[in-house]
């Protein structure tokens, strides 16, 4: 495959405007990509709902190693469009800059494109495979690791030996991901006439006194991971009442917690939950409810063979040996990580801080070296070998 080639294909998945939806249009572009190798691989789409489908492709020998690659479909909204300077579902090229632009050229549709590519080119080649590799193309990444969590449950990934999730991160090697906890406060009261509070019941006081219970509560969990840090708790959105003359008979605030893995997400639910029940006990004017938006549980990755090889193999691509690092920003590995089967799992792959961003964009150098060297991990984590044409 020439280098015009996987420049077209990351131009053509660009193209697809899968934001928070519609990824079911990608799914349908890769399935194309490897039509000529129908009877070399395995094409299943796994709806999540109307317009969104996951993705798993499989190639090579079951009785092998299993090496997955996982990348998600859908991308975030471009934002106000007159504030960039190439549209955002173009996937303009600038040879002179060196880059391709576009809503997902950094997260994550070049890492999704790398990772096509390295199995395609496998696939051209002629390259035999002692293992077997999979493709996990998810859709929800951006709003919950919806796919992710149903290709989990439908045991997708208990086969694997490892699993490579190429987000966008190139100077070093993520092998430990603190895990996500979003939550969600409800409080109801009575409405009344402003002058006449005494008759009503007021929501967002009733909400204030959760706030403060849970951010004194949350500062008390001061253990500190090695790897990942110490737990963080920010209270991101608070909203209620409607006009100023008026007692607010609902308001609401949404919580993210950054968790490590000496608290459980049990345990974290637990302490909310008893805020809430002790508050509804001691006063029966308050109304408080829970609930838990999709948590994901922290990656910490010991020593392993798959992070090993990736990084011995990395100073043949880049001017160092990439390090092992760690994130707080959360990913469908979450998910992942609750298979039945335990198995290493490292996020590298092309990307900058363009994400989310006005003119997203991907070096096209930065592109390409990570198709090289995705492809050499993955041959050598799997074990290859070239058979000769005649």
């Keep these: 495959m020439t280098n015009n080639e996987k420049i077209s294909i990351l ?12 990824e079911a249009q990608v799914a349908d572009y890769i399935s194309s990509l490897f039509e000529p190798y129908a009877d070399q691989v395995e094409v299943q789409k796994v709806p999540f709902s109307k317009g969104r489908t996951n993705l798993v492709i499989t190639m090579g020998n079951p ?4 090496l997955g690659f996982s990348g998600h479909m859908d991308v975030v909204d471009p934002g106000n469009v007159d504030e960039w300077q190439h549209d955002p579902f173009s996937g303009d090229v600038d040879l002179n800059a060196g880059k391709i632009f576009g809503r997902g050229a ?3 549709k070049s890492g999704l494109a790398a990772a096509v590519i390295v199995m395609l080119t496998l696939l051209e080649k002629g390259t035999e495979i002692e293992g077997q590799i999979k493709l996990l193309a998810t859709v929800g990444e ?23 999730i190429t987000e966008p991160h ?11 906890i979003d939550y969600q406060v409800t409080s109801t009261g009575v409405p009344a006439h402003s002058s006449r509070p005494d008759m009503g019941v007021n929501a967002i006081d009733n909400l204030i006194q959760f706030y403060l219970a849970a951010k004194k509560l949350m500062a008390q969990h001061t253990e500190v991971n090695a790897t990942l840090g110490q737990m963080t708790h920010s209270v991101d959105i608070i909203s209620g009442g409607k006009q100023v003359n008026s007692v607010p008979d609902y308001a609401m605030l949404k919580g ?6 000496e608290y459980s997400n049990e345990e974290i639910f637990s302490d909310l939950q008893k805020i809430v029940d002790d508050l509804n006990a001691q006063d029966t004017k308050m109304k408080l409810k829970i609930k838990f938006i999709y948590p994901e549980v922290p990656i910490v990755n010991g020593e392993n063979e798959l992070t090993k090889l990736a990084q011995e193999i990395s100073p043949k691509y880049f001017d160092k040996t990439l390090p092992v690092e ?32 006005y003119d997203e964009y991907v070096a096209i150098d930065q592109y390409l070296t990570s198709i090289d060297y995705l492809t050499d991990v993955a041959e050598q984590f799997v074990g290859v070998h070239v058979v000769t044409k005649i």
């Design 256 to 261: 993210n917690i950054r968790s490590i893995p």
């Design 63 to 66: 009785n092998g190693k299993h």
């Design 11 to 22: 131009q053509n998945l660009i193209k697809i405007e899968s934001v928070n939806d519609h």
């Design 326 to 357: 760690s994130s707080s920003g959360a990913n469908d590995g979450s998910e992942f990580r609750q298979a039945e089967k335990q198995f290493p799992i490292i996020l590298v792959g092309p990307g900058n801080n363009s994400s989310h961003g």
């Design 142 to 164: 951006e709003t919950g690791e919806y796919g992710a969590h149903v290709l989990t449950q439908d045991g997708y990934a208990d086969d694997l030996d490892g699993l490579i």
């Design 106 to 108: 950094s997260d994550m």
């Design 170 to 180: 190139m100077d070093g090697i993520i092998t430990s991901c603190k895990g996500v």
